[in-house]
């Protein structure tokens, strides 16, 4: 009996040691590689240290502070929606129906010469999380976005990937219908919602990275004409707090 106790505890204690490691990690150099996670560094609207495949002129709200832009959130008692440890700005990156801005997107190399040691010893793994949120919180609404974490080797083609897809249709008004809903106009109060996936990460990886896009595939407009509604035409999606780290297993 003893011995079964005794086993009990032992296999319990690494169960708790094993989980500990896994919430806490003991990162290798930063716990995040990401330059300007959160929005915070900006000019005219555009996120520093970020790049783009599309003109910056083209969308002028890459980057909001909270609560400024459509009033979305509010930083008194009730922090609806906000992420931890929010900071003042987040990603702000808008879709619609007109050709020039179905597709957007931002993306930034990360630099991990440091792991490359470590991965010729050990198993390393990439563990990468991101805060997002959408303005129509709509199903029906065929906007989407996807986050790409590349692996790429010394020639810079990708050998491996962590891939994330959100659609408006898993987010929600969190007070919806509501008296305070109704006293601020119908405003919709978003929820930014954490993601985070892990990988381990490919021996020949000697650069990372980091591609965040957004599109509205919808076929052609009806026209000008017709009754649509800005949340069959468009959608914003909203992020903060990107981070990448790595760990040995």
């Given at each position: 009996m003893r011995k079964l106790i005794l086993l009990y505890f032992l296999t319990m204690s690494m169960f708790m040691v094993g989980q500990t490691k896994?919430?806490?990690?003991?990162?290798?150099?930063?716990?995040?590689?990401?330059?300007?996670?959160g929005a915070e560094l900006n000019s005219e609207g555009?996120?520093?240290?970020?790049?783009?495949?599309?003109?910056?002129?083209?969308?002028?709200?890459?980057?909001?502070?909270?609560?400024?832009?459509?009033?979305e959130w509010n930083h008194g008692e009730k922090k609806l929606?906000?992420?931890?440890?929010?900071?003042?700005?987040?990603?702000?990156?808008?879709?619609?129906?007109?050709?020039?801005?179905?597709?957007i997107n931002l993306f930034q190399l990360v630099n991990v010469d440091d792991i490359?040691?470590?991965?010729?010893?050990?198993?390393?793994i990439a563990v990468f999380q991101a805060w997002i949120g959408v303005n129509y919180p709509n199903s029906s609404n065929c906007a989407y976005t996807e986050i790409k974490v590349l692996f790429t080797n010394t020639e810079g083609k990708g050998i491996d990937s962590m891939y994330?897809?959100?659609?408006?249709g898993e987010f929600k008004d969190l007070d919806a219908g509501t008296p305070e809903a109704e006293e601020r106009g119908f405003n919709v109060m978003h929820e930014l919602l954490l993601?985070?996936?892990?990988?381990?990460?490919?021996?020949?990886t000697?650069?990372?990275?980091?591609?965040?896009?957004?599109?509205?595939?919808?076929?052609?407009?009806?026209?000008?004409?017709q009754d649509e509604?800005?949340?069959?035409?468009?959608?914003?999606?909203?992020?903060?707090?990107?981070?990448?780290?790595?760990?040995?297993?």
């Open positions: 896994q919430e806490n990690p003991s990162w290798i150099g930063k716990s995040n590689r990401i330059l300007n996670p555009a996120p520093l240290l970020w790049k783009t495949d599309f003109s910056v002129g083209a969308e002028s709200n890459w980057v909001s502070p909270y609560g400024v832009t459509s009033h929606g906000l992420p931890t440890n929010p900071g003042n700005n987040y990603f702000r990156l808008t879709v619609n129906k007109y050709e020039e801005t179905r597709k490359h040691s470590a991965l010729a010893s050990d198993t390393v994330i897809k959100k659609t408006p993601t985070k996936i892990s990988k381990e990460v490919p021996k020949g000697k650069q990372m990275l980091v591609k965040i896009q957004c599109e509205f595939p919808c076929a052609k407009f009806k026209g000008e004409d509604t800005e949340a069959e035409l468009s959608n914003i999606f909203f992020f903060d707090n990107f981070s990448l780290g790595f760990y040995k297993k």
